[in-house]
């Protein structure tokens, strides 16, 4: 993408109405609409003008899943988390054009989640194809540092989505849930298209899956939840 074409991206998002921003980690100020700083923690009912139960997706990239499960399901709302403005441009653009009320995009560090929604405020998150950080383990969305941020902000019985083509992030993944004493793993395949799919949501492609099936990876999903 040119430099030109970024721009434009971030000078349009900036104008739009379901996207909040925080461009710095180490300042905590969410600008929505036009840079009007937005205080949304705990009160995300007054962006989308209802209590419904929220949906976020981490590492959310164009936000396919998050598009996709707001047409399916417009008794919930959803939000797309990502550090890419010019990703999130085209699932925040995509929103507008179709009227999804129930869609919004915040965008930020996953490191600082906690500083933008509540605890118990959200009912469910989906983790697509996030990046494996191979020699950073630590950055991985699912390293130990990671849960208690998740746990925090979960409602209680709240679960968590990953979909996940990586055989290492998929792995260690494991390795770490396992070493937790307060997590229950509801559902694990590692080749979900060897068999008919269980869930409808599964049949969703993001830009990275598909980019992944035409290289003939295969793709896993897990489901859990912090007891
Ligand atoms: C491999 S892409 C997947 C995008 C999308 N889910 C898909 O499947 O097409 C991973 C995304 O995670 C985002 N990401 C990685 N680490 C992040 C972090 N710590 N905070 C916010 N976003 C992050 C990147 O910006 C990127 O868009």
Known sequence: ????????????????????????PKEIKPLGKNGVEVQLKGKWSEHFGNEKAITLELACGRGEYTIQLARDYNDRNFIGVDVKGA??????????????ENVAFMRTKIEVIEEFFAPNEISEIWITFADPFIGKPNRRLT????????????????IVHMKID??????????????RNDVKILYDRDDIYSQALDFPELEYKTYYEKSHLEKGRKIKYMQWTYL
């Open 166 to 179: 990586d055989p290492t992030l998929y792995e260690s993944t494991k390795e770490v849930l396992a070493e």
């Open 143 to 158: 390293a130990p540092a990671f849960h208690d941020r998740y746990k925090n902000m979960l409602k209680d019985g709240g």
């Open 87 to 100: 990703r999130i441009w085209k699932g925040a653009k995509m929103a507008i054009e179709e009227g999804l």
């Open 1 to 24: 993408m040119s430099k030109r074409n970024k721009l434009s991206k971030f000078a349009d998002i900036m104008s739009f109405p379901n996207v909040y921003q925080n461009f710095s």
